[in-house]
C-alpha cells in the first residue's frame, strides 16, 4: 500500500472523529455542520450521493447500450435502458464501473448509493441543433437509446454510430456541466436561491448554500481525495488499476460515493497527464476553496464579498471546465483524422473493417463531446454553427455518405457525399476553431500542422466538394 494512502486514511479517520476540528484543505470534506440550530446526530455536512448516483447511471446506460444484437432483443434492451435513463421503483444493477482485477467496489445497485434518481429530470433540454431532426436534448439521448436498442452491439456500420461513446460523451455534458454552470454555480448563488442563513430543507445538517456547492462537486467526478495525487494516480483510480491509491479511508473496498473517479475529473486528468495544463487540481481546488468559504460563514447568509468571492471560484471551474471539454473534442478530432489515414491505407478487408470500427468510436466521442460542449450556459454562437457543419450529423461513412437527416420514423437518411481527404481537412479545421475559441493548451492528437499541406493537395484535387 502506498505511503499517499496510508497518510490519508489516517487524516480522513481523524478528520471524521473530529469533525469540527479544522478541516484539511487537500479533501472535500468531512465539513462541520453550520446550520443554526441544528438537532440531528450528523457531524458532517458534506451531502452529494444524488450525483454520484446520477453518474453511475450514465456508465450503467453507457453499457447497457451494448447489448443489442441488431434488432431480436430491441424491446428488451431498451426498456432496461429506459430504467437508467427514467428511473425506476426497482433495484438497478450498476453495470460499471464493476469489481475489476481484485479491486472490489462497496456497491452493487444504484439505491445503495442513493435512491430514487434518473437521468433524464437533470438533463439539458434546450434545443440542440448538432443531431437530426431538431430535438431537445433530452429527446436526442432518448432517440440515441432507441436506435442503440436495435444496433448490433451499440454499433450501427451503416451511420458509423458507436451509441455507448455518443450517450457517455454527450451526458458529460447535457447532465453534469449543465447542472452546475447554469443552475448550483449559477442561480443558486445568488443572494436570493438556497440562502446559507437556513438549512436545505428542514431538518437537513447542510444550509442552501452548501449543499448546492456540495452537489456541483458531485457532478464534476473527483474523488473526495482527488488532491492528494497526481494526475496519473488520479487516471489510475478511475481506471480501477490501484485499489491502494482509491481506497482512501483503507477498509478494502472503494465507495463510489466519495472515492472514485468518473467522468469530467477522469477526463481532466487525462490532459493533465501530459504536462501542459492543471485542469484537474485547478477545478478540484476552487471546489474546496469555495466549500472551505461556506464553512467560515458558520450558518449566517453571505456577505456580498464572501458571495463575490464564492463566485470567482464558481467562474474558475466553469471556465476550466469547459476547456476539459474543448480539449476532448479536440482530442478525438485528431482521432479520426489519424482513423481515416488508416481506413485508406488498410492491406485487406479485415484491417478496413477494424480500422472504421476504431474510426466510428472515436468520431462519436468527438460528437459526443461536441454536443457536451453546446449543453452549457454559454451560446457559443457561430462556433457552435461552425463546428457542427464541419462534423456534420454522421461521420463519412465507407462509401463516402453520411447522415444528412432522419425521417418521420426517426430513420436516419444519407442522401450526400464527402471524400476521406474532405472529411480530414473538417477534423483539422474542427481542431484550428477549438483552439482558437477555447485557447486549449493540452491538445492531444494535434493534426494542425497538416492543414496547410492537406488543402494544397484539396486545391488540386477536387476530392473535396460535397456531390448530390
Known amino acids: ?24 484543505s487537500d479533501t472535500y470534506g468531512p465539513y462541520p455542520v453550520t446550520v443554526k440550530g441544528y438537532t440531528g446526530d450528523k457531524t458532517n455536512s458534506v451531502s452529494y450521493s444524488g450525483q454520484v448516483a446520477r453518474s453511475v447511471l450514465v456508465e450503467s446506460l453507457k453499457k447497457a447500450s451494448g447489448k443489442g444484437d441488431g434488432g431480436a432483443n ?38 445503495e448509493i442513493s435512491k430514487g434518481k434518473n437521468i433524464v429530470g437533470k438533463f439539458y433540454d434546450g434545443a440542440t441543433p448538432a443531431w437530426p431532426g431538431n430535438k431537445t436534448g433530452r429527446e436526442v439521448l432518448a432517440h440515441m437509446i432507441d436506435q442503440a436498442a436495435r ?11 458507436d451509441y455507448g461513446q455518443l450517450i457517455q460523451k454527450f451526458a458529460l455534458g447535457a447532465m453534469a456541466y449543465n447542472q452546475v454552470v447554469d443552475n448550483y454555480l449559477d442561480e443558486n448563488l445568488t443572494a436570493e436561491k438556497k440562502p446559507n442563513g437556513e438549512p436545505y430543507k428542514e ?32 487516471y489510475s483510480v478511475s481506471k480501477l488499476k490501484d485499489a491502494a491509491l482509491a481506497d482512501a479511508n483503507n ?4 465507495d463510489l460515493k466519495s472515492e472514485m473517479v468518473f467522468g469530467n475529473a477522469y477526463y481532466a486528468a487525462s490532459f ?83 480500422a472504421y470500427r476504431k474510426y466510428a468510436k472515436h468520431w462519436s466521442e468527438l460528437k459526443g463531446f461536441s454536443l457536451a460542449l453546446q449543453s452549457g450556459k454559454n451560446n457559443l454562437g457561430s462556433t457552435a454553427v461552425q463546428m457542427n457543419r464541419l462534423i456534420g450529423f454522421g461521420p463519412v461513412t465507407m462509401d463516402e455518405t453520411y ?3 432522419v425521417d418521420a420514423a426517426g430513420n436516419f437518411l444519407k442522401d450526400k457525399k464527402l471524400s476521406w481527404n474532405g472529411y480530414q481537412l473538417h477534423m483539422l479545421r474542427v481542431q484550428s476553431l477549438l483552439v482558437k475559441t477555447f ?19 484539396l486545391d488540386t484535387d477536387s476530392g473535396g466538394s460535397e456531390t448530390d
Open 1 to 24: 500500500m502506498s505511503t499517499t494512502s496510508l497518510k490519508l486514511g489516517a487524516s480522513l479517520l481523524a478528520l471524521s472523529l473530529t469533525s469540527t476540528a479544522a478541516f484539511a
Open 272 to 354: 493533465d497527464r501530459l504536462g501542459t495544463t492543471n485542469y484537474l487540481a485547478t477545478i478540484t481546488q476552487a471546489f474546496v476553496d469555495g466549500r472551505e468559504l461556506l464553512v467560515s460563514a458558520k450558518g449566517e447568509n453571505l456577505t456580498d464579498e464572501q458571495r463575490a468571492t464564492l463566485q470567482a471560484h464558481a467562474k474558475t471551474i466553469g471556465t476550466q471546465w469547459e476547456k476539459v471539454l474543448a480539449e476532448a473534442a479536440f482530442k478525438y478530432a485528431g482521432s479520426v483524422y489519424k482513423d481515416i489515414t488508416s481506413i485508406r491505407d488498410a492491406a485487406n478487408d479485415e484491417d478496413r473493417a477494424k
Open 251 to 254: 477498509d478494502g473496498v472503494i
Open 74 to 111: 430491441a424491446e428488451a434492451v431498451k426498456a432496461e435502458m429506459m430504467k437508467y435513463f427514467e428511473g425506476t421503483d426497482e433495484e438497478l444493477a450498476i453495470l460499471a464501473p464493476k469489481d475489476k482485477d481484485g479491486i472490489d467496489i462497496k456497491q452493487s445497485t444504484v439505491n
Open 151 to 161: 444496433s448490433n452491439g451499440g454499433f450501427d456500420a451503416n451511420t458509423g454510430y
Open 439 to 457: 485557447g486549449i493548451e493540452a491538445r492531444a492528437n494535434d493534426a494542425t500542422a497538416d492543414l496547410a499541406e492537406l488543402v494544397k493537395e
Open 403 to 405: 447522415v444528412t437527416g
Open 203 to 234: 431538518g437537513a445538517a447542510y444550509t442552501g448554500k452548501e449543499h448546492s456547492w456540495d452537489e456541483a462537486f458531485g457532478y464534476f467526478g473527483a474523488a473526495a481525495h482527488t488532491l492528494t495525487m497526481s494526475a496519473d494516480e488520479n
